[in-house]
């Protein structure tokens, strides 16, 4: 240790002759990301055994002992709380929660506190490597604060690296069990509409013209016909803010209960009163991604949570 440094000792193998120095230690340092490892170098951070700084990410790397000075992650700015989270799957390298309606993810403006972030650091305290070099979870996707379900946080860098490429390669398996209004004709099918920030209130997201906003894409079947709404499963594409409120909404047939996107008419708004259901009807029911450090296939579920339960007993035909 040197201050608050750890000083990794890391052998480059044969193999790594004429391999960027960046990429070299990445596959000797698989915990690590290239990015960061880069990031090392160019901060200073990594030697040969003589002592010499090795300044240049893209310089041939050679067999050879290396040190690598890692600073100890930075505190994050937030505060850790014991909040009890709901636990699908968790080792070494990530965790997916089970967040119940209610529960914001990310610290913001009027949610300092109380959201799942605080609630992973508390959880996570001593197992957080760093994100980026600060001691937090690496949360790659959202859900919104009134949906409910499964999501995935990375406790390093090199899972949260893994996390995010099959996010942006849209390889995640994400299915959503809603309740929409009505009988969504036909039964099945393909919303293909890109989504922006609505011109009228930039609080809400709309359908705007090809070439304006983000490509997205919402596969939706229908489980169960109900009194007044349908109970869908909605598999994401794609993955844009709002996009299953969107795009249901869009195709004549709001979620159950969403304060922005719909708005439900008698008799089932006489029923959602009744039973004081305040948010949209939708749930984050499956998760299916490629690990990123150990290459398993992980496939997870969750059950609908009781208040949706309930809902769907009370419109069964």
Known sequence: MLGDDEILTVTLADSAAGLRLDRALAEALPDF????????????RVSDASGAVLWDPSAKAA???????????????????????????ED?????????????VHPAAGNLDGTMVNA????????????????????????DKDTSGLIVAAKHDKAH????KQFAAHSIDRRYLALATGRPIPPHGTVNAALGRSGTNRKKMAVVAEGRGKRAI???RTIEPLRNATLVECRLETGRTHQVRVHMAHIGHPLVGDPVYGRAKKPLSDTLKARNFTRQALHAAHL????P???NSIALDSELPADMRELIDELRV
């Open 33 to 44: 990301s290239r990015e960061r490892l880069k990031t090392l170098i160019k901060g200073g």
């Open 63 to 89: 067999p050879a002992t290396l040190a690598v000075r890692l600073p100890a992650p930075a505190p994050a700015h937030n505060i850790a709380q014991d909040m009890g989270l709901v636990i699908a799957f």
């Open 92 to 104: 070494e390298h990530l965790i997916v929660v089970d967040k119940p309606a209610g529960m914001v």
């Open 120 to 143: 992973l650091l508390h959880h996570c305290a001593g197992q957080l490597s760093g994100v980026g070099g600060v001691a937090r979870p690496g949360i790659v996707h959202r859900i």
């Open 161 to 164: 690296e893994g996390l995010a």
């Open 218 to 220: 919402t596969h939706y």
């Open 288 to 291: 299916g991604f490629i690990h």
């Open 293 to 295: 450090v150990t290459g």
